[in-house]
């Protein structure tokens, strides 16, 4: 069965860190597209950051570009999202999500079929 496990999250006050985790099981990870995506209250889910398959390509929304990092381990088969300068609009559950199929419409939910449960940031101001 697949499995993604996202771990932590938790409240942080504005301009502090926190680093995200996502563990997956249950099928081969190494070749596939991963990334973040978040949702707050009332809002639809929005693309976090992406990256390939080898880490060679990134992606981020404008949003949290120069402050967030997406990495993972295909020997760990952990995907991680490091977070910086952490702003109250930042708030939002935050989900990993995995896709083994070629597409170029990255930033869409659509374009990927596992997903994690999610995990809570709360950015207090």
């Known amino acids: 069965q697949v499995q993604l496990v996202e771990t932590g999250g938790g409240l942080v006050q504005a301009g502090g860190s926190l680093r995200l985790s996502c563990a997956a099981s249950?099928?081969?990870?190494?070749?596939?597209?991963m990334a973040w995506f978040r949702q707050a209250p009332g809002k639809g889910r929005e693309f976090v950051a992406g990256i390939s398959w080898n880490g060679g390509e990134t992606t981020y929304t404008d949003s949290v570009k120069g402050r967030f990092t997406i990495s993972r381990d295909n020997a760990d088969h952990t995907l991680y999202l490091q977070m910086n300068s952490l702003k109250p609009e930042d708030t939002a559950v935050y989900y990993c999500a995995d896709t083994p199929r070629y597409t170029t419409s990255r930033s869409v939910p659509d374009a990927y079929d596992y997903w994690g449960q999610g995990t809570q940031v709360t950015v207090s101001s």
């Open positions: 249950g099928r081969t990870f190494t070749y596939d597209h």
